[in-house]
């Protein structure tokens, strides 16, 4: 077996064999040179991707040693070798499936529980539903307290896996019909609160079926991810919120240690509860065909959150 090559610093290095690694679709902005969201974009030459789970083959470090299981943020590799402390030692108990980790989780917890502050009687609407993170937003909010959950979904199998699988109240095919007449027929009363993936028509129909002060947590505009950055990321219509006193919380996918944990609490807590379940799709494959894998991520080939399991 060839290692990979270790520094000088080798004394606080450790070496990891890559056994899963995750695939989201915000990764295509951060290969553009016109990244518009708040990370630093990848450059050329840097190593593709973020989350990976592996377990340590070389370390000099007695806090991590041979055997254990780590999630690492070094990217589509088979191994890697850097710094101890950019490795995050994991208990391989928690979860079922060590995949798990490779969610995004934090980003569904962080942008319903803190901030869109999902509690007690909310209406929710999730534009995106069946993806890695419209798929466990709606769990989320139904656990923190939702009156009702109604998702968007691509096709309608999918609006009937968001029902039938993952709990949601209501569910619709965005092609079939205005988004707008869907979500007044689905809540006559309004929604009090949007989780906002997709952006473009399904954004504005959300505006307009929105109560006074709802609360808009934006999340993402899917809808429009393929045209230049203006296209890509098109202004809230602002004055139509005002009209109605909607706040537009934007918020950043890139988390603190802090938001990690909290959700890995809640998460481990409601899925031995059996409130919660995690949608995935696992892949196994090579290391050399995960960008081929990405790429059918982002046609739409896949449910919930995406990883690779390399053989």
Not at 50 to 79: C, F, H, K, N
Not at 140 to 154: F, V
Not at 200 to 219: H, K, N, S, T, V
């Amino acid at each position: 077996m060839i290692y990979p090559k270790v520094s000088a610093w080798q004394e606080v290095w450790l070496q990891l064999i890559s056994h899963q690694v995750g695939l989201a679709a915000t990764y295509l902005e951060l290969m553009r040179a016109d990244c518009t969201i708040p990370v630093s974009a990848w450059q050329p030459g840097q190593r593709v991707g973020v989350a990976a789970i592996g377990t340590v083959i070389r370390s000099d470090r007695p806090d991590l040693e041979v055997g254990d299981l780590v999630q690492s943020m070094t990217g589509w590799s088979q191994y890697s070798a850097d710094p101890a402390g950019s490795y995050l030692k994991l208990d391989r108990d928690l979860f079922a499936d060590p995949g798990y980790h490779l969610g995004q989780g934090p980003t569904a917890y962080y942008g319903m529980a803190d901030v869109a502050a999902v509690g007690e009687g909310d209406v929710v609407f999730v534009s995106g539903a069946a993806g890695g993170v419209g798929s466990l937003a709606g769990q989320i909010a139904k656990c923190l307290g939702a009156a009702r959950m109604i998702g968007s979904a691509g096709s309608p199998a999918r609006a009937d896996y968001l029902v039938n699988e993952l709990g949601y109240d209501a569910a619709f095919d965005y092609h079939d019909g205005p988004a707008a007449q869907r979500l007044k027929e689905f809540a006559p009363e309004g929604i009090s609160v949007s989780f906002d993936i997709v952006g473009g028509e399904q954004y504005d129909a959300a505006l307009q079926a929105a109560r006074p002060e709802a609360r808009f947590a934006l999340c993402g505009s899917l809808s429009s991810q393929l045209g230049d950055a203006s296209e890509r990321f098109p202004q809230p219509d602002r004055t139509a919120a005002e009209a109605k006193g909607i706040e537009l919380l934007p918020f950043s996918c890139h988390h603190t240690p802090d938001q990690i944990a909290a959700w890995r609490e809640h998460f481990s807590t409601w899925l031995s509860q059996g409130r919660f379940v995690y949608p995935q799709t696992v892949l196994e494959s090579r290391i050399e065909d995960v960008p081929q894998a990405f790429l059918s991520l982002l046609q739409g080939s896949y449910r919930g959150n995406v990883s690779v399991r390399l053989r």
